[in-house]
């Protein structure tokens, strides 16, 4: 018998992957491998199905995180993949399993946050499934959307030599979480304090109780008639993720340093952490931006938009990517990333 | 604040079904409300969704449950919502959280089941979700279908006169749940027991751990030329499942309980358990046939076939579900069903 942990998260999901047979049905475009799953709609519109499941005390805490914020973000992460396939979410199912302590308001409260986000993202609450739940509380979403058929972005069709770009800044969630994993320590030693939590870092809680899917890029990049040749969205860190576009593209990566794009409050938290901004940008994950890649040329559209950042460019060494310096000097980088 | 138990499973629902804003999607034809939800894929095709959360120690007892069964289960329940839409499965994700006490062989053993279901019910596994649990096993399944669009059959559609049917037997799952929970009792009191499970009782232990979606219908039925006018399939009981048909059809129905089909093996165990075989067809659950109903004219192509029973008839009384005795005697019968 070998216990999961030899084999790590990455190792089982890639077990599974290799031990699922191809897809059969016509309708199936593309499998497991993506952030979505891909089949036929019709002539033009092509389908789109992700699912997400979140656990309580492992995905969060629910001593810090407000139900509807909470709520919100399950939603999100869902149309993130979808954005991720620059697509836009269609219908959307919520499985919940609840256990006793739950009142009938936290469940509304709940609820609450899952409908302000498919308001915001434009997607309608089709189904589900309510059970209870032994232990904590169980959030399983799946969404389907719908993308053009000519407009759909992969993760393995990066060239060499595209340009890298990223939309918004990184690191931020990471260390909203670092905010709140302290002053939950400091409750749990004082309960009578008063919490610390600054204006100034809401930004940084924002970002990660309640991230944003990144629709409205979808939509500023079709105004913009810009295609991406690849597309993932930033769950694991910039690191992690920019493996997978090489890995599946066949391809490698220099990024530079002072490019990534990180927000004033994002460093001035992490000086307070003693954990380096960039380390943050690149492994600290749940930020829920895109990561793509356009022909050099196609940037030209790109380069005076305000939230998006060219960080680099595609290189034709499998698997290997560098980190520059100002200065010139290029060190290999790992992924690190999430495990859950 | 209100527990949650004041309001019930149901009570839960109806209460999240009322919260739910309708559907703004153009490409949503059906939300919350029916075995599936049901979206636009072309002019001929419409699409389905559903989704089912399972949770160790409330749908399922590691303790007699073996993996391949529970993996199997787990598809089979979905597909059998998509097949009450007279659909058949295309595509299907799988959400798991797993203990740290979890194998690697085991995960295999789990996969091993969900893919012989992929296998059986012709369905694409195309993505997911794999992530650790705190404490025990979660799968969430979501499936996505097809039907023609001339051949869904929603559950508000049955009209007074029509005729109920049902394939297959009932109670069967429920005896022999009742069966594995006894020989766990045994086993707990006694370890060094040997198995006292017969070969006879196969037949209701497979109907428990094994169930089989009813896609072979959604073939026959169409073979045979017969759109139902109404469909649902049986996962709460024959009485629970029939009312939902009922209400959201504004009828009632009459059905003969000397016409509900039970099998031998059923009513032998279920005299042993003391408990009325027609109890356990009634309320039992888990039987995950297809409950369905057809114009008197229609039901002329059925009545030879050896695995679809006429059961009674849907009446204009709303809501009144009466059991006929053979001597002419008609009770109301109450849906307890279950409330998982």
Chains 1, 2 share one sequence.
Request: overall charge negative; some cysteine.
């Amino acid at each position: 018998m070998t216990p999961l942990q030899t084999l790590g998260e990455r190792g089982l999901i890639q077990r599974i992957q290799q031990n699922t047979p191809a897809p059969k049905q016509p309708s199936t475009l593309r499998g497991i491998g993506d952030d979505a799953a891909v089949f036929t709609l019709n002539d033009q519109i092509i389908g789109l199905l992700t699912t997400d499941l979140l656990i309580e005390g492992i995905h969060f805490d629910l001593t810090y995180v407000p139900l509807r914020h909470l709520g919100f973000k399950a939603v999100a992460v869902n149309v993130s993949d979808i954005a991720a396939m620059n697509g836009l979410p269609t219908q959307l199912t919520v499985g919940l399993g609840l256990s006793s302590r739950f009142t009938v308001e936290a469940v509304d409260e709940l609820y609450a946050g899952i409908q302000a986000a498919c308001e915001a993202y434009n997607v309608d609450l089709v189904g589900g499934d309510t059970t209870t739940s032994r232990s904590g509380l169980v959030i399983a979403i799946s969404v389907v959307g719908q993308v053009a058929q000519n407009k759909i972005t992969y993760r393995n069709t990066a060239k060499p030599n595209d340009v890298i770009c990223v939309t918004g800044d990184l690191g931020a969630a990471y260390l909203g979480l670092q905010l709140l994993e302290r002053e939950k320590q400091e409750y749990l030693a004082n309960p009578d304090m008063q919490p610390a939590l600054s204006e100034e870092r809401a930004y940084l809680i924002g970002r990660q109780l309640r991230p944003d899917a990144r629709t409205d890029m979808v939509h500023e990049l079709r105004d913009l008639d810009v295609l991406p040749t690849a597309m993932i969205d930033l769950s694991d860190g910039l690191a992690s993720d920019l493996l997978h576009l090489c890995t599946q593209s066949g391809t490698g990566a220099v990024i530079f340093d002072e490019n990534i794009p990180i927000d004033d409050q994002t460093y001035l938290a992490a000086e307070e952490f003693k954990i380096s901004p960039l380390t943050a940008a690149l492994n600290g994950g749940e930020d829920y931006e895109l990561l793509f890649t356009v022909p050099p040329q196609m940037f030209e559209k790109l380069k005076n938009h305000s939230r998006i950042t060219a960080i680099g460019y595609m290189t034709n060494t499998p698997d290997q990517i560098m980190l520059a310096t100002k200065a010139g000097q290029q060190t290999p980088i790992q992924a690190q990333g999430w495990s859950q």
